[in-house]
């Protein structure tokens, strides 16, 4: 659940003024087209363990700003969450008809379990713990696997604010419902992780499910590249 970029650095923003020029026309300069602002709903939030900054505008497309939609899935019941990992959205089935919709990020774990679970417990700003095959992979990982104790939390911490962890029988299905700190992951699929989503947007999450709640992971297939 985890992506090389976040041990390799943040990369370096380019600050942008009113004066910026996209391109040229007869030699008069153009303003850049201006980003869409983001909804209040995705600003800092100061009152957090660790303060969450605001996501940038023009990183994440307006279709994958959570939202509320008539309910696609009448089939479940209320309370229900539906994943629907080949289209990157999230669905949390409402009382009223309605459905609050999220976009999510999508990693391999993301595509290689499907079916029904249950939401067998929540944390607020969980640990991570690299699994050993990760770390097998890629050994810097070490000092962040189960038997050195995980990754604190944190930031930076790949599972984000929240974490929800889903269980199939009894049994862990290893497949999570997290933060991330990578707001440019949403409506993609990267080469590791479960669902992600915006921090914001776990935390919304987090605040609806109750332990116990059904999960719904529907089939998808995995893009070419994470094959």
């Known amino acids: 659940m985890i992506t090389r970029r976040i041990f390799m650095g943040a990369a370096a923003s380019v600050a942008l003024s009113g004066c910026t020029t996209a391109g040229t026309n007869g030699g008069i300069a153009v303003p850049a087209a201006p980003k869409p602002a983001m909804p209040d709903y995705y600003g800092p939030v100061p009152d957090e363990l660790f303060p969450i900054p605001a996501v940038p505008a023009g990183v994440v497309p307006e279709r994958y700003w959570r939202t509320t939609v008539d309910n696609p899935y009448p089939q479940f019941a209320p309370g229900t969450v539906v994943v629907d990992p080949g289209r990157f959205y999230l669905h949390h089935i409402e009382r009223d008809g309605s459905a609050t919709r999220y976009g999510v990020g999508v990693g391999k774990q993301g595509f290689s379990w499907?079916?029904?679970?249950?939401?067998?417990?929540?944390?607020?700003?969980?640990?991570?713990?690299?699994?050993?095959?990760?770390?097998?992979?890629?050994?810097?990982?070490?000092?962040?696997?189960?038997?050195?104790?995980?990754?604190?939390?944190?930031?930076?911490?790949?599972?984000?604010?929240?974490?929800?962890?889903?269980?199939?029988?009894?049994?862990?299905?290893?497949?999570?419902?997290?933060?991330?700190?990578?707001?440019?992951?949403?409506?993609?699929?990267?080469?590791?992780?479960?669902?992600?989503?915006?921090?914001?947007?776990?935390?919304?999450?987090?605040?609806?499910?109750?332990?116990?709640?059904?999960?719904?992971?529907?089939?998808?297939?995995?893009?070419?590249?994470?094959?």
């Open 114 to 227: 499907a079916g029904n679970a249950v939401v067998q417990y929540k944390r607020k700003w969980p640990r991570w713990k690299a699994p050993d095959d990760m770390v097998a992979r890629n050994p810097e990982l070490a000092p962040y696997s189960v038997a050195a104790g995980g990754m604190d939390p944190g930031l930076m911490n790949p599972l984000g604010a929240r974490a929800l962890y889903l269980f199939e029988n009894g049994k862990d299905t290893l497949y999570r419902l997290h933060g991330n700190p990578e707001a440019d992951s949403i409506g993609k699929a990267v080469s590791s992780g479960c669902i992600r989503l915006l921090n914001q947007d776990v935390i919304d999450l987090h605040d609806r499910v109750r332990d116990g709640s059904r999960v719904v992971v529907l089939n998808a297939s995995m893009p070419d590249g994470l094959a």
